[in-house]
């Protein structure tokens, strides 16, 4: 059937629908304001939870003692030596002179007119490098000069080649060398088995030495001039021998330990701040944050301050955040002050090292709350609150189905009836019209 709206009775009828269905429509629109304020509500924890995590995993990183532990070395002058930390080092000074360097075994044979021609002999050419003897078979396929090099240089760790040396008779000599420093990869080249030609003979350039420095005033030697361990978490890089000791100087680096309690601190401070500013509450200017009255959130914060406040039974000396430089201010923030934290590390590191990774510090207490009690994905109890969230936003869209629903079919129902209502007024009025005319015929036919 066809709208038609106040067409024969001029009433308003849209308007009137609209009217008699006035307080259906504004509990849809009451029901999308607590949606919308659900959504908000929502948006909120979970803000919250996650810069809560942030904070977590800001306290990851003090997580172990191989992360806590970091230290700085110094030296003077690198004229010897240069030196670098590798992990966990034992603080203090020591006194380092090189006495002599590592070195790699290197002989050179006599001269010869080139480096081609067959002119070592047959037989064979014995080659003795650390210990371990390899036996080369001189032939007419590889008795020149470079053809022995090219068979020492298959042998493991050892190293040929021919130079030429530029000298106005017989320029080109064999150089083998060992690969590798210390003495006990000295190099035996023994060609007394080759017969018919001239063999080589070799003279030591350098032999293979082991590298000898004190370390306040205790000799000790290694097979390379790289030292690793010698002091623990210190790597000496020998360059010269020197001829009185440089002093290197190891100390715990407290700067790379204080830019993690940065990121830990502002990421604390983050969660203040996010709540500060979704918890505001003014009437008189109308303003009220998603998370006014929410206690959930509030027990959440109230808990976090006084975890970073708390006395713990980590150290004897250093028991609390505020004795390493982090205090809480009146809005509940924190402040570092680098300095502050630097004296007590110096004073007491052990101490300080433990307030980070002893299961009973305060840095382990907070990330166990944070990821077991609060933001925990199955049983925490901001995830338990978003749920909650979740579920009414759910029941009030099913709400707000239904009265939509209802309101449609009361809309088609009251357009329905007014419908008919203009349909039979219409009816009437052609009715009417036909009678006035047939009246007014028969008047006029009577006179």
Do not use: C
């Amino acid at each position: 059937m066809p709208t038609i709206d106040g067409i024969v009775s001029g009433i308003d009828t849209t308007s009137l629908i609209s009217a008699i269905l006035d307080s259906s429509y504004k509990q849809v629109k009451n029901l999308q304001t607590q949606k919308t304020d659900l959504t908000a509500a929502l948006e909120g924890v979970s803000g919250l939870s996650n810069r809560l995590q942030s904070v977590a995993d800001a306290i990851a990183e003090f997580d172990t003692s191989a992360t806590y532990a970091s230290y700085t070395a110094s030296v003077p002058s690198e004229d010897q030596f240069s030196v670098t930390t590798t992990g966990q080092s034992t603080p203090g000074v020591y006194d380092v002179q090189v006495l002599a360097m590592a070195s790699n075994e290197v002989e050179v044979s006599q001269g010869y007119a080139d480096s081609t021609s067959s002119v070592l002999g047959a037989g064979t050419f014995s080659v003795n490098y650390g210990g371990t003897v390899t036996d080369i078979t001189i032939d007419g396929t590889n008795d020149s000069l470079g053809g022995l090099a090219s068979e020492l240089n298959k042998i493991a760790g050892v190293s040929a080649f021919v130079v030429d040396t530029g000298e106005p008779s017989n320029p080109f000599k064999l150089v083998v060398q060992g690969d590798d420093t210390g003495a006990a990869n000295t190099l035996t080249l023994d060609g007394s088995g080759l017969v018919g030609g001239t063999g080589p003979t070799f003279t030591e350039k350098r032999g293979a030495t082991d590298a000898h420095i004190t370390l306040n005033n205790v000799d000790v030697f290694a097979s390379t001039n790289q030292l690793t361990g010698t002091v623990p978490g210190l790597s000496l890089t020998l360059k010269a021998t020197g001829t009185s000791a440089n002093t290197v100087t190891v100390a715990q680096d407290g700067t790379a330990l204080a830019d993690k309690l940065d990121k830990f601190v502002t990421a604390y401070n983050d969660v203040k701040s996010y709540y500060a500013v979704k918890s505001v509450y003014n009437p008189t200017a109308n303003i009220s944050g998603p998370l006014v009255g929410d206690s959930t959130a509030r027990r959440v914060m109230q808990g976090m301050g006084d975890m970073v406040s708390d006395d713990y039974a980590s150290g004897t000396n250093i028991r609390a955040l505020s004795q390493i430089g982090i205090a809480t201010q009146q809005d509940g923030t924190l402040e570092f002050d680098r300095d502050a934290f630097a004296t007590a590390l110096a004073a007491n590191p052990d101490e300080v090292e433990a307030l980070f990774t002893s299961a009973t510090g305060p840095m382990a207490t907070i990330r166990a709350r944070i990821e077991d009690v609060y933001v925990n994905s199955s049983s925490g109890t901001l995830q338990s609150r978003k749920d909650s969230i979740q579920g009414a936003s759910e029941a009030l869209d099913a709400q707000i189905t239904r009265y939509q629903d209802s309101i449609t079919s009361q809309t088609a129902s009251w357009r329905t009836r007014f419908t008919a209502m203009e349909v039979a007024l219409a009816s009437m009025q052609s009715t009417g019209s036909y009678l006035t005319a047939v009246f007014a015929q028969s008047t006029t036919s009577g006179n």
